[in-house]
């Protein structure tokens, strides 16, 4: 990989890593709309990793440093999924997060199907 991609990669990494940060917050906030907003941006970001050969873990480039960028991701992704089913299950109880909220159920289906892209 040449090293204009690979820097392009590692951005794309640490911005993904800022949407998974937002989000953490926007899940403990139980605000759907910015969450959907985040799942937006995310899908992007994922096509773009899913753009890079397969076997980018062998390339030399990517050294422990990098791998370590890419499971600490991956594990906030993993984390987030499970604070999401949780928030999930609290609306589904009657929470406080409004049920007439359109956005709502678009943000629900989005989030689930994104676990199945990245690790989860």
Same mark, same amino acid.
């Given at each position: 990989m040449s090293e204009n991609k690979f820097a392009f990669l590692i951005e794309t990494l640490e911005t993904f890593e800022n949407l998974l940060?937002?989000?953490t917050q926007a899940i403990a906030a139980k605000d759907? =709309?910015? !969450? =959907?907003?985040? !799942?937006?941006?995310k899908d992007d970001i994922l096509k773009v990793f899913?753009?890079?050969?397969?076997?980018?873990?062998?390339d030399s480039h990517f050294d422990s440093s990098?791998?370590?960028k890419? =499971?600490?991701?991956?594990?906030l992704q993993a984390r987030n999924v499970e604070s999401f089913k949780k928030l999930r299950a609290s609306v589904k109880q009657?929470?406080?997060?409004?049920?007439?909220?359109?956005?709502?159920?678009?943000? !629900?289906?989005?989030?689930?199907?994104n676990q199945d892209h990245i690790g989860n």
């Amino acid at each position: 990989m040449s090293e204009n991609k690979f820097a392009f990669l590692i951005e794309t990494l640490e911005t993904f890593e800022n949407l998974l940060h937002a989000e953490t917050q926007a899940i403990a906030a139980k605000d759907l =709309d910015i !969450i =959907d907003s985040l !799942i937006s941006q995310k899908d992007d970001i994922l096509k773009v990793f899913l753009s890079f050969n397969q076997n980018i873990y062998n390339d030399s480039h990517f050294d422990s440093s990098t791998k370590s960028k890419f =499971d600490y991701a991956l594990k906030l992704q993993a984390r987030n999924v499970e604070s999401f089913k949780k928030l999930r299950a609290s609306v589904k109880q009657g929470s406080k997060v409004p049920t007439n909220n359109p956005t709502q159920n678009k943000a !629900i289906v989005a989030y689930l199907r994104n676990q199945d892209h990245i690790g989860n």
